[in-house]
């Protein structure tokens, strides 16, 4: 069974460059037709989906956070990180890592829908991350 833990630092300065890492136990990240995905869920909100990584290396992200955001990988410790640039509060929130069977497909546009937690079938504990001077 595959098992996702997140990883990083639980407070961080405004303006400041988040990086959270999700390290993967009990399945490798290239195995074929499935996608690894950062959520995060903002206080009294729902779940937000941000990007995902495919087993070839292909990123996709949220149009909303795409210049913010660049996912990668490091295969032969089977993890992906996050990296969230010129954080504010208002990112202030639980960040998963996850996985999926199907394409992300949560975006047309710039507008996207909020993802369900059964679209995934393995998911990290999540992380508090604060923004906060």
């Known amino acids: 069974q595959v098992q996702l833990q997140e990883s990083g630092p639980g407070l961080v300065k405004p303006s400041q460059t988040l990086s959270l890492t999700c390290s993967v136990s009990?399945?490798?990240?290239?195995?074929?037709?499935?996608?690894w995905s950062w959520i995060r869920q903002p206080p009294g909100k729902g779940l937000e989906w941000m990007g995902a990584?495919?087993?070839?290396?292909?990123?996709y992200y949220s149009p909303s956070l795409r210049s913010r955001t660049s996912i990668s990988r490091d295969t032969s410790k089977n993890r992906f990180t996050l990296q969230l640039s010129s954080m504010t509060p208002e990112d202030t929130a639980v960040y998963y890592c996850?996985?999926?069977?199907?394409?992300?497909?949560?975006?047309?546009?710039?507008?996207?829908?909020?993802?369900?937690?059964?679209?995934?079938?393995?998911w990290g504990q999540g992380t508090q991350v604060t923004v906060s001077a």
């Open positions: 996850a996985r999926a069977q199907s394409f992300p497909n949560y975006c047309s546009g710039y507008r996207c829908r909020e993802p369900s937690k059964t679209d995934f079938d393995s």
């Open positions: 009990g399945g490798s990240i290239t195995t074929n037709y499935y996608y």
């Open positions: 990584l495919a087993e070839n290396g292909f990123t």
